[in-house]
C-alpha cells in the first residue's frame, strides 16, 4: 500500500489533484483507516498512470471516465483503449475541418475587405456562403476553369494560381496590391505613382502565369464584368478593372517605347 505523499512523489502530481479524482469518482483510494489516511495499492497506481497518460493525449477527465467505464463492458482492455482513442482521433479530425473553415473564411473576409476597399457585409456573406457549399481542399476552395474556354496546358497553368483567402503568400500580396491601386485611382493611369504599381501589378500577375502574357489577357479579359455584372473574383469591378487595363496599358506601351 502507498500513502498519498508516496503516489503522489512517484506520479509527479499534487495532493490537491488526488483529492479531486477521488471526488469526482475517478480514482478511488484502496483502503481508508479511521484516522482518514488513505492508501492505494498497486492497481490504483497502474490505474493513476493510465489517467495521466489519457489526460496527457488531451483528453478531458470526463472522457477519461468514459474510457474506464468501457473497460467493464470490453472483451478486454486493449479494445476499449483502442476504441475511445480512435474516437479522440475522430473528434480532432472534426476539429481541424472546422478550424481549416474557419481560417479559410476569415482569410477570405481580410482578402475580400482589401480587394474592395470597404466591407460590404450582405456581398461577403454571399460569397462565404457560396464558398461553403463547396468542397473544401488543402485549406481552400479550388477555383473551376471552364475546359471549353482552355487547353489542357493553360488549365494547368490556372490551377497554380493563387487562390485568394489561401495562404499562399503570393495571395496575400497581391490583395494588398490590389488594395494599393484602389486607393490611387485618383491619380492618372500614366501618373509615376500609377504606372509603379502597374509594373508591379503586371509582373506579379505574369509571374503567377508562368510568363505566359497571352494567358493572362485571356483570363483577365473574362475577368472582365458586364454592365451590372460583379466580376468572378471578388473586388474586381469594372471601374477597378478599367483602371487597371489603362494604367498597365501605358506600362507596356512605355516599356515597348524604351525597347526600341
Not at 489516511?37 to 497502474?46: C, H, I, N, W
Amino acid at each position: 500500500m502507498y500513502s498519498i505523499g508516496e503516489i503522489t512523489k512517484m506520479a509527479n502530481i499534487s495532493r490537491r489533484t488526488l483529492h479531486y479524482y477521488n471526488e469526482i469518482g475517478l480514482l478511488q483510494p484502496t483502503k481508508v483507516e479511521s484516522n482518514q489516511y488513505r492508501y492505494y495499492d498497486d492497481a490504483a497506481l497502474m490505474k493513476l498512470q493510465k489517467i495521466l497518460l489519457l489526460k496527457s493525449l488531451g483528453l478531458t477527465l470526463e472522457q477519461i471516465k468514459a474510457v474506464f467505464d468501457k473497460m467493464g463492458q470490453a472483451n478486454s482492455e486493449n479494445e476499449s483503449w483502442i476504441e475511445s482513442l480512435e474516437e479522440q482521433i475522430q473528434w480532432i479530425q472534426r476539429e481541424k475541418d472546422l478550424l481549416d473553415w474557419k481560417q479559410y473564411l476569415l482569410k477570405t473576409t481580410v482578402h475580400a475587405i482589401r480587394m474592395s476597399g470597404k466591407i460590404e457585409a450582405a456581398e461577403i456573406v454571399r460569397l462565404i456562403q457560396a464558398l461553403q457549399a463547396r468542397e473544401l481542399e488543402d485549406g481552400w476552395v479550388r477555383p473551376i476553369f471552364s475546359q471549353e474556354h482552355y487547353t489542357e496546358e493553360e488549365l494547368e497553368i490556372l490551377s497554380g494560381l493563387p487562390v485568394l483567402g489561401s495562404l499562399d503568400p503570393r495571395a496575400e500580396h497581391y490583395a494588398r496590391l490590389i488594395s494599393s491601386v484602389r486607393e490611387n485611382m485618383h491619380e492618372p493611369p500614366d501618373s509615376p505613382k500609377a504606372q509603379q504599381l502597374a509594373g508591379q501589378l503586371y509582373e506579379l500577375a505574369l509571374g503567377f502565369f508562368q510568363g505566359d502574357a497571352r494567358l493572362l489577357d485571356k483570363y483577365w479579359g473574362q475577368l472582365f464584368p458586364e454592365e451590372g455584372e460583379q466580376s468572378a473574383v471578388y473586388g474586381h469591378d469594372r471601374e477597378l478593372m478599367a483602371y487597371i487595363e489603362e494604367m498597365i496599358g501605358h506600362y507596356l506601351q512605355a516599356r515597348e517605347e524604351e525597347r526600341q
